[in-house]
């Protein structure tokens, strides 16, 4: 094939141009005429002419004008450029192309199904490779890739305009660029950036010194920054850099303009084609029917798409943000329900005398608090109807929830059925144990005991007895629910701190249909609870016993240390425990344990009198409980560890927590480990020990020293940190929402709740062939396995 001269394709390009304008119409036939030239002839000599106008068709007559009058520039400079090139060998230049032949591009303007894979997109050289790297494997993963934010680019202001301390972006060209080393650590790096208008702006970089590489003399950028003002001139305090490449791209100017997470090497502009072209072959039906998107004023899903990556104005994107993020909700609530479907059918029936709930109140020491009531008249009425029970009964640690499943269970086991309580470990198993044995041992009711750390014999002898029904009351850990027990009557399985449990396994515990009880101590606001625990009727328990001193709580920095240990000291001379407790920011138990036993050292030197013990996540569970049998009986004053301790260890004695790195530990999480302490009668503490921390991480401990109400504090963590820092919400099952923000969405997510419902209530297993495509979608946005065999 002969390739054509500059002349010829600069001709060319500007005919279609001329008609374009001209006629300012969406004429696909030019259009296309144009990119066919672009994919065949024009393709190899002039790459980046192709690249300038990869979408063409998509685009608006304003884009199409711009996009094309670089793309004529940038011919006109090659003209100029490849004059004295001629005379090189013409061999050269054929095996150039032949090189670049590798790389066919796919056909533009066709239509890929949302499961193509990534590779049928054309994403330029190495693109593929990059959006692999970012997790994107098919068609749908780069579509619902949605910007994180969104800057707009339509007029960038001039700096002088704007308050000090405003966020602007600015575009220009770099003039010049100068770097300082004010003081040994200290870079700072000043470019000047001259602006399409001709205006002048000082931007600064600090401590940044590896940006000099991007802002070379002539580089266009852009730039978004908070300005400063000294005096009558303004400079921008960059914080986002964004180099664009010779010809300035046009998906990333002029605009509203989405900015994605990327990693090194992967740059704005590329991700933004990459988008613009998924949106270009993306399919353009709805899996929601127009019906509902009319009864729920949602705009429809290419739309959506579209206004998210490019929208046309805010009120585009605002639209689009409320169309995905509903729908968020709707995949979420969706498979909620589908999975909690087996809790809908056939349960239980108890009898649940009145008089078996006075004779369990009457053995108690105490009398049951009003909350404590009212939450099991709630689980007895649940018990005596003939559906499954799936109840989540939330308090806050020593609100009582275990005397009130005690309770439950003693009214299963006077009805003939066996009941279980399965804890996240073995510690809790074995308190467990012991407080049940407590409140059910005078009542003539045989409780069992089932962990991994028993010899196989003992395990064998238990599970014989179980399948004979001599046990009346199981406790146990995740051996309870391995295969190969045998219940002979299985009727209410309470399960404690359910989130370290997947669903699978609760699953399986309900095989045999019992009743099934939730208890957590992670008070989760309702909009949570409702998403978590979409299957889960709640119940909650928001009063505690009374005669309860609550926990004195101090937020200190760490310079303050060693007072801090002196008061510790000062608890243990009177005969109290403590503990002391540190993490780091990863979950790297190998760090984790060398942070705490440098501690313990750090702490045997500080104080030697006391004695210390040291508790880890590595050490067996058998090891474990050694060390918290030994904690428990005295055998020393100070314990230190990780957070294994975390949930539900009972030491009446220990009247301090100190919690190191407080800092990193999210409320909800500092207020559980709070809760180890104040379980005796003694006065407790609590004592925050803080790193470096900014004003919002101290504003967020602050809430904790002020506040032990457990759901005030879950409150606000949710909207200082968002939901997937709240403990157990991950595991739960709750994926990442993109768009939406649980702190603040429960109206939607009732909505989205109420068409889930809809759905369900007319075609429970999304049989309808209208509705495969949300079908599939749903299968899609479900990354767990398990719920994926569910559907
Ligand atoms: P949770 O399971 O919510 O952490 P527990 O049921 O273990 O709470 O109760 C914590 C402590 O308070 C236990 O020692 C328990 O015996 C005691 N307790 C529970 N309910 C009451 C009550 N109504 N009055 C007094 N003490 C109570
Ligand atoms: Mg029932």
């Not at 890739?145 to 000090?164: G, I, K, W």
């Not at 880890?616 to 050694?626: F, I, L, R, S, V």
């Amino acid at each position: 094939m002969r390739v054509p001269t500059v002349a010829e394709l600069a001709e060319r390009l500007s005919r279609p141009l001329t008609l374009e304008l001209k006629s300012g119409c969406q004429n696909r036939a030019v259009s296309g005429g144009l990119e066919g030239l672009l994919r065949g002839p024009l393709a190899n000599p002039f790459p980046q002419v192709r690249e300038l106008l990869d979408g063409y068709a998509g685009w608006s007559p304003p884009e199409r004008e711009q996009a094309l009058g670089r793309a004529l520039e940038t011919l006109a400079a090659k003209a100029a450029k490849t004059a004295p090139a001629r005379q090189r060998p013409p061999r050269v230049a054929a095996s150039k192309v032949t090189a670049q032949e590798t790389v066919p591009p796919a056909p533009t303007g066709e239509q890929l199904p949302m499961d193509a894979p990534i590779e049928r997109l054309d994403s330029g050289r190495g693109g593929e490779r990059k959006l692999k790297g970012l997790g994107l494997h098919q068609l749908r993963d780069l579509l619902h890739y949605y910007p994180h934010r969104h800057e707009d680019r339509r007029a960038l202001p001039s700096l002088m305009n704007v308050d000090e301390g405003q966020k602007v972006t600015v575009q220009g060209v770099v003039v010049s660029r100068f770097k300082r080393t004010p003081k040994p650590r200290m870079t700072i790096l000043e470019a000047t950036l001259e602006t399409e208008g001709g205006n002048r702006v000082k931007a600064t970089w600090f401590n940044q010194p590896w940006m000099e590489r991007q802002l070379r003399e002539g580089a266009r950028v852009i730039v978004t920054g908070r300005v400063k003002k000294f005096g009558r001139t303004a400079q921008l305090a960059a914080e986002h850099l964004e180099s664009l490449d010779s010809a300035a791209d046009s998906l990333s100017t002029g605009r509203i303009v989405g900015v994605y997470d990327a990693k090194e090497g992967i740059s704005q502009e590329f991700l933004r084609r990459a988008a613009w072209r998924a949106l270009q072959a993306a399919p353009l039906d709805d899996y929601l029917p127009a019906h509902w998107r009319r009864e729920y004023g949602l705009t429809p899903l290419a739309d959506a798409l579209q206004g998210i990556h490019f929208p046309a104005d805010e009120a585009h994107l605002s639209r689009a943000m409320g169309r995905l993020r509903f729908d968020e909700y709707l995949f979420l609530e969706l498979r909620m329900l589908l999975q909690g479907e087996d809790a809908v059918l056939q349960g239980k029936r108890f009898e649940a005398h009145p008089e078996d709930i006075d004779r369990f109140e009457g053995a108690l020491p105490f009398r049951f608090t009003g909350a404590q009531r009212r939450v099991l008249g709630e689980i007895v009425e649940e018990m005596r109807s003939d559906r499954q029970m799936a109840r989540l009964v939330q308090g806050d640690v020593g609100s009582g929830k275990t005397a009130v499943a005690a309770c439950a269970l003693y009214l299963a086991v006077r009805d003939g059925y066996q009941g279980a309580l399965m804890a996240p470990t073995e510690i809790l198993a074995r308190q467990h144990y012991a407080n049940l044995s407590g409140y059910l041992g005078p009542l003539d009711v045989r409780v069992g005991l089932l962990v991994g750390a028993m010899t196989p014999k003992q395990k064998l002898e238990m599970q014989g007895r179980i399948a004979l029904g001599e046990i009346d009351i199981v406790v146990g850990t995740q051996a309870l629910i391995q295969d190969n027990v045998q219940w002979d009557n299985l009727g209410l399985a309470v399960i404690d701190e359910e989130h370290r449990f997947g669903v699978m396994q609760r699953r399986r515990l309900l095989s045999s249909r019992p009743d099934v009880l939730v208890m957590s101590a992670t008070p989760i606001p309702r909009s949570l609870a409702l998403t978590a625990y979409g299957d889960l009727e709640l119940s909650v328990i928001d009063e505690l016993p009374p005669g309860r001193t609550p926990v004195e709580t101090k937020l200190i920095q760490d310079g303050y240390r060693a007072q801090a240990y002196g008061f510790v000291m000062g608890q243990i001379r009177q005969g109290r425990q403590a503990y002391v407790v540190t993490a780091l920011i990863e979950e790297n138990e190998n760090l984790e344990l060398l942070a705490a036993t440098e501690l313990a050292e750090n702490l045997a030197e500080m104080l030697p009198e006391a004695r210390i013990g040291l508790l880890h996540g590595k050490m067996t569970a058998a090891e474990k409980d050694e060390v918290m049998d030994a904690f428990r009986a005295h055998e020393f004053d100070l314990l230190v560890s990780t957070t294994v301790i975390e949930v539900g260890v009972d030491v009446p004695n220990a009247s301090v927590m100190v919690i190191e790195n407080a800092e990193r530990f999210g409320l909800s999480q500092l207020h559980q480990l709070r809760g180890r302490v104040g379980r005796g009668s003694a006065k407790s503490y609590c004592v925050l020990i803080a790193g470096e921390m900014s004003k919002k991480t101290e504003q967020r401990l602050r809430i904790i020293e002020g506040s032990t109400d457990g759901f005030v504090i879950a409150e606000a963590d949710l909207k200082l940190r968002g939901p997937g820092e709240i403990r157990g919400t991950r595991q739960s099952g709750i994926p990442d929402l993109r768009l939406g923000d649980l702190a603040n969405d429960a109206e939607v997510i009732e909505q989205a709740r109420r068409l889930a419902k809809h759905i369900l209530s007319n075609d429970p297993r999304l049989e309808h062939p209208r509705l495969q495509y949300l079908r599939s979608e749903l299968q899609n946005r479900s990354q767990s396995v398990a719920f994926r065999e569910v559907i």
